[in-house]
């Protein structure tokens, strides 16, 4: 064991080569630490097996919160009455950003509320943290000085992605005893470590075993490795369309006139009340491949152009006549209109706002009627593929419509962004994935399950005779479920899980890998098998998220704005040209779009729509993978994908 007490003497520890500045000793008078420990394993007491003994707890209100020793099963309990607390660890790890470490804990929890709100406000669940810290025992953020690689998924390309939060184990709900581990790999920059545990809301935890190690779990290969691909089509600008004062982040494309040519329809946007929930359509915009507008609803502006959420517009055959309509929200009406001339061909209210569970960013109730937010098609009565849709607010309420607007039923949880909506039981008609709950086709709870925070992405897939269903949580974590029963098999605390993307990767592996990448709070991408095994981790770094059919053969790559890379991270296809100007980041989708059936890659911002194709043609049967390209919209890299 190495350890001393900064106070004492730095130098003979080896921990710091000068006394700590005056402010660093001002912070650790509030609790964090006067203790260095230099082997994770040897942090005394970190699993709770003499009790508190080196932890420090604080709360919010008094009378809220009780701590006990669990006598019977080891570690201890924790019961919490409303309010949130802080068990903080006292000794700091020395640590370096070149380790990578393993943190797992035995944890039990049973909560009487099913809360959450991103400003902590009321959420009932816990959490143990990492902190990584600088020299100066400050929280170091995620900073980047520029964008050089992939894509993060959500296109915002900014430069700060917070405070590093990916060690971070978070829990809620109820939970019988479950081993619970994160693996990571410290921010550059990162002296210390410093552990806590949180949590808020009313319920019991039970916590022991809380390790610390320095190791990378068995089975995990790690960073870039040589490509698995022998040979790839070079990529050709096939069309490149200067775009105008209409141009919108958010595409969604199909039909409009029948002509086996896909057109463009952009949405533009305004934010009209707090946070990131009130938003409304300002103008659609139909382009065609050769950049003339064929229609346009509403204002365009191109101070309009960003947006951080999916919007309220789906491209759809709804009536059979071989040339798809466009749906969409305007000025709190659902819009059917025609894909040629855009003249409003049915029309509705839209749903009334209600509250909910007040999930997220809490009720969204301040207009009468909700501006929407994402459409998804769907086929619930077996009349086919989109003859039926979801339509939703951002977190908390979907509601169900035939596609002549009437509403078949609705929905109130803690909601992906984009549900997902699949045959779960092999019936003709759609189950919806809510994010927190499995629907039948009529709108009845096959089963529910409560996980930290909200579900980002998520996929499904046959494999072993099983339906497996993967999702991504923000800060939640990566999770394999049991698709019909609802039950996690496996889990993979790794940060702000944010995208999946399922496909045949490595051509040398003859089975379908999963892809997974988290954002804000660290850049990592890894993979996974199709048992929900971690196999492969590359930190600080994301490349290409949306799988493209580019070769042909059953093999997929990954599209970023730069190029195609597989799924380790190596760029195998640069893209000609390609150059974007765009402030926000540029947005990329696949869309068959001409040649032969293979994917060609859409890559847009403000100024201008670049198609990318292959510049050779495929010879023999072309592989066309199962996924409702229909639904792919902004979030809808994973939960297109169905299989
Ligand atoms: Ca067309
Ligand atoms: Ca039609
Ligand atoms: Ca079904
Ligand atoms: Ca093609």
């Not at 696949?590 to 847009?604: A, S």
Request: proline letters at 5%; one cysteine or more; hydrophobic letters at 35%.
């Amino acid at each position: 064991m190495s350890f001393s007490s900064i106070d004492d003497n730095p130098q003979s520890a080896g921990v710091a080569s000068r006394a700590p500045p005056r402010e660093v000793r001002g912070k650790r008078t509030r609790g964090t630490s006067s203790l260095v420990f230099d082997l994770p394993e040897k942090l005394p007491n970190l699993g709770f097996e003499d009790g508190f003994l080196y932890w420090v707890c604080d709360f919010e209100k008094p009378g809220t919160l009780s701590l006990g020793i669990n006598r019977e099963g080891g570690g201890i309990r924790i019961i919490g009455h409303g309010g949130s607390w802080e068990l903080r660890y006292k000794p700091l790890l020395r640590a370096s950003g070149m380790e990578h470490y393993v943190l797992e804990a035995k944890v039990k929890c049973n909560f009487v509320d099913r809360r959450f709100t991103f400003s902590g406000a009321g959420s009932a669940f816990a959490s143990i943290n990492v902190m990584a810290l600088d020299e100066d025992l400050n929280p170091i953020r995620v900073r980047f000085s520029r964008w050089t690689f992939g894509d993060p998924g959500e296109p915002f390309l900014r430069e700060d992605l917070g405070i590093w939060s990916c060690g971070n184990i978070s829990f809620c709900g109820s939970l019988g005893w479950r081993h619970l581990y994160s693996f990571f790999k410290p921010p550059r920059g990162t002296k210390y470590l410093s552990l806590s545990v949180r949590g808020g809301g009313r319920g019991e935890v039970y916590i022991k075993g809380l390790r610390l190690s320095r190791r990378i779990p068995n089975g995990v290969r790690l960073n870039v490795r040589p490509t698995p691909f022998k040979s790839v089509p070079q990529a050709l600008l096939y069309k490149r369309i200067p775009l105008g004062d209409y141009a919108g982040k958010f595409l969604r494309i199909g039909d409009l006139n029948g002509d086996g040519r896909p057109e463009f329809v952009f949405a533009q946007n305004e934010r009209i009340g707090p946070g990131d929930i009130y938003k409304h359509i300002t103008c659609i915009t139909a382009v065609d491949l050769e950049g003339n507008i064929l229609w346009q609803r509403g204002r365009p502006d191109l101070r309009n152009y960003e947006v951080t959420s999916d919007l309220p517009v789906g491209v759809m055959d709804l009536n059979g006549d071989g040339k798809d309509e466009v749906i969409c929200c305007m000025n709190f009406e659902i819009l059917v209109l025609d894909g040629i001339t855009g003249e409003i061909v049915r029309r509705k209210p839209t749903p009334k706002s209600r509250e909910g569970g007040g999930y997220c960013e809490g009720p969204e109730t301040l207009f009468e009627r909700i501006t929407g937010d994402c459409i998804v098609f769907c086929n619930l009565r077996g009349q086919g593929e989109g003859r039926d849709f979801i339509l939703k607010d951002r977190y908390n309420n979907l509601w169900a419509y035939t596609a002549d607007l009437d509403e078949l039923w609705s929905y109130s949880g803690k909601l992906i962004h984009s549900p997902l909506v699949y045959d779960f039981d092999g019936d003709g008609r759609d189950e919806v994935f809510t994010g927190d709950a499995l629907l039948d086709d009529s709108g009845r709870v096959l089963w529910t399950i409560d996980l930290y925070d909200h579900c980002d992405s998520a996929v499904v897939y046959e494999h072993r005779g099983m339906l497996i269903l993967a999702l991504a949580h923000q800060n939640g974590g990566f999770y394999f479920l049991d698709a019909l029963r609802g039950e996690v098999l496996k889990e993979h605390h790794l940060g702000h899980a944010q995208v999946l993307s399922l496909g045949r990767f490595d051509p040398s592996v003859n089975e379908r890998l999963i892809c997974a990448q988290t954002y804000w709070g660290g850049l990592n991408q890894f993979l996974f098998d199709l048992d929900g095994n971690l196999i492969h981790a590359s930190f600080e770094k994301v490349f290409g998220w949306v799988p493209v059919n580019w070769i042909g053969d059953g093999t997929e790559l990954l599209a970023s704005p730069r190029g195609l890379y597989d799924c380790y991270g190596n760029l195998l296809i640069e893209f000609p040209d390609s150059y974007t100007r765009s402030k926000w980041g540029a947005k990329v989708f696949v869309w068959d779009v001409g040649n032969d059936p293979r994917d060609e890659v859409l890559v847009w911002d403000e100024y201008y729509l670049t198609i990318y194709t292959q510049a050779e043609r495929a010879k023999g049967e072309v592989y066309r993978p199962k996924r409702r390209l229909y639904n792919q919209t902004f979030y809808g890299n994973g939960n297109f994908v169905s299989l």
